[in-house]
């Protein structure tokens, strides 16, 4: 038999599949959907850490396949977005040539890892005939009432003069020309995704999804409970409504912080305090939100006004400072610095009274160091005395709001999207503004809008997108009553097309519909996502509101898109993810080349737990490498030598089948490739001791490889006399009554010593056992026993006297 030669196995199963697929739908089987985060067509082409998440889905397709399943297995494009964006403006190609040339590089290297993508099914989300449905999925929106538009201070970089993404703010400078970031207003379309909030919430319940990933989306929804409570401005009819999650601690509200934003900020300013306040209200309104959740020392200014805490009736100062948000609960606090560590740092560095109102043991701490922010016995709080405070947290709403000044509310981490980019590569959104009707949507049967050709592709300095210079394309008439109308400028972040692209991979080619019923009832949702854990929020929840949003609208039959989640850790070399930037990209191509598809296949798995991040070193492929050849070798040798399964033969092949599907299964697969080459190394000594192994054994492991290296496991079936392909297969069973031992080894003692061993059947009765014991040991027994122990399975020991 010839030796393994990974070139002619791989070149000779490559042609044949062309020909004869492997997943095939007869019309019986169940589908799976096996879903890949789609990659971002990039210039720099595939590297192994790439490859990895592209192995792992692959090999939990063809598992899928051998337990019988037909395979949804697509692959496609998210292509719009700021580097090809970028690219143009320093090379001047248009977007979509550099973007077509990385697709077609970046396909070629996705097809060497032989991965069963079904291409019949590719999307690419600059393709109009995608964005088509991403423009129309928008205009249903808009006519929901989820696509509105405001105004809103974003990203403004006053030197580039563009309005800038959060992802190119670094360190609260714009990233391309280091000036420092401010805000400016400008309109920006929103999607309401807060309406959505509880539903997203909620059925996160339902999801087979990793725990991580579901309290990083329930944090980022970040549903909390507390009351709204009104402070009166002193002397005036005013009030200034609060949030508070701690209505429990009102009686050491000793002062108030309104965001520098708030609509009151001026008009609280005295006259002595007004160019003060004034002033820090500009300040604030130059920094960029980065900067002001990172700044360590806090900063403020007194009004000069005050307000009244409705239970103390004291007066209280009333400030202004930038770590109070203005788009959370009210824009307004009540400061309990007691009980808080911000409000307790604020009230040291301006010296504002802190007065304790819970304590550990119902004791006054006369000189508090810090914050006590756990629950315990209420103090200095009137009637409220000696309650348990988390028990006043829960009452405490109710009774303001029979007293008359507060309310019990719910509020939201979760913001509503912004929706708008100023740049050239991405969907136009569909709308057209009009003097008379408003902002009115693109008819469904226009679309898709086309993205039209421009010449410049650079930010036009104003805060509008390259497509506001292009007039014949803006202006237009309205859809409506007919009137000369503008059409929207600004484009739709990378998001749009990606949180929803998973649909359209079943009816790609569909000119109707996003999707038709049949094809989404029949083959969606997705059962197992695959990607990258830097996804567990912003693409994941975007996804998640998309899906629920299209079932309410009719277009499928499913709430949740996404039912089971597996998140791969990221490869890196030299303790850096790897990156073309970092300079420590290690390229699959010539791994491939010198030891094959299917070692690369196996060895990324190895080097490993898939959840984790893991270090890559090319010298470990060659271990894997030797473990298929000596596997192809033990195959070849005795695939013809009709070795009759011993009793170890059966035993092995059961443990075998039993170790790797519990593995697979549990995703530990690089517990499946050790599993893999200890159960080798047995198979070859059983091999070398018989004279030979069973040829079920044999195939057994053949097909429990195909997975993992489709290659050498076609081959080696072929070899092995069939002529269907591994895949036909069905994925062995395992009997457990099999893989137990027939027989156990038992040691003997006298007095705790060891004197012999005896081998019994597994399931002989104790008395069987010591009377296997005794006779096994019976040239050293001497004296008169007076006691038998036994551990069962392990020990029988004998006291004598
Ligand atoms: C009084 C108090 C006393 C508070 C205490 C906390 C502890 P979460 O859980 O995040 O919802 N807060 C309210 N609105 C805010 C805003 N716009 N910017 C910054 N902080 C704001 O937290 C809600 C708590 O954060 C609220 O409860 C409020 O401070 C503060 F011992 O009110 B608390
Ligand atoms: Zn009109």
Known sequence: STPYNHKEVEKKWRKHWEGHPVNVQDGKKPKYYCLDMFPYPSGSGLHVGHWRGYVISDVWSRYKILKGYYIIHPMGWDAFGLPAENYAIKMGVHPSISTAENVANIKKQINEIAAIYDWDMEVNTTDPNFYKWTQWIFVKMFKAGLAYEKEMPINWCPSCKTGLANEEVVNGECERCGASVTK??????????????????????????????????????????????????????????????????????????????????????TKEQQAEVEDYIYKASMKSSVDRLQDKEKTGVFTGSYAINPLTKKKIPIWLSDY?????????????????????????????????????????????????????????????????????KQEVPDMLEKMGIGKKTVNYKLRDWVFSRQRYWGEPIPIVHCEECGPVPVPEEELPLLLPEVEKYQPTGTGESPLADIHEWVNTSCPTCGKPAKRETNTMPQWAGSSWYFLRYVDSKNDKELVSKEKAHELLPVDMYIGGVEHAVLHLLYSRFYTKFLYDIGVVDFEEPFTKLFNQGMIGKNGAKMSKSKGNVVSPDDLVNDYGCDSLRMYELFVGP???????????????????????????????????????????????????????????????????????????????KGGGIDKETLETAVILLAPFIPHVSEELWSQLGHETSVFENTWPEYDEEKMKDSEIEIAVQINGKTKGTVMVAAEASKEEVLAAAKEAISDKLTGSIIKEIYVPGKIVNIVVK
């Open 184 to 269: 400016k207003n400008l309109k920006q379309w929103m999607l309401k995704i807060t309406e959505y909030a509880d539903r997203l919430l909620e059925d996160l319940n339902k999801l087979d999804w990793p725990e991580k990933v579901k309290k990083m989306q329930s944090d980022w929804i970040g549903k909390s409970y507390g009351a709204e409570v009104d402070f009166t401005v002193d002397g005036t009819d005013n009030a200034i409504r609060v949030y508070t999650t701690r209505p429990d601690t009102l009686y050491g509200a000793t002062f108030m912080v309104l965001a520098p934003e708030h609509a009151m900020a001026k008009e609280l300013a």
């Open 324 to 392: 109070v948000l203005a788009d959370y609960g009210t824009g307004a606090i009540m400061c309990v610095p007691a009980h808080d560590e911000r409000d307790f740092e604020f009230a040291k560095k301006f010296e504002i009274p802190i007065v304790q109102v819970i304590s550990k043991d119902g004791k006054e701490d006369p000189e508090m160091t810090e914050a006590y922010t756990e629950a315990g016995v209420m103090i200095n709080s009137g009637d409220w005395n000696g309650m348990n405070s988390d028990k006043a």
């Open 610 to 688: 898939p959840e984790l991040d893991s270090e890559w070193d090319d010298r470990g492929i060659d271990g894997v490498y030797r473990f298929i050849n000596r596997f192809f070798n033990l195959v070849s040798e005795h695939k013809d030598k009709n070795t009759k399964a011993t009793e170890e033969m059966i035993k092995l092949r059961h443990r075998m089948i039993y170790d790797i599907t519990t593995r697979l299964e549990s995703f530990s697969l690089n517990t499946v490739v050790s599993g893999f080459m200890e159960y080798n190394n047995k198979m070859i000594d059983l091999a070398k």
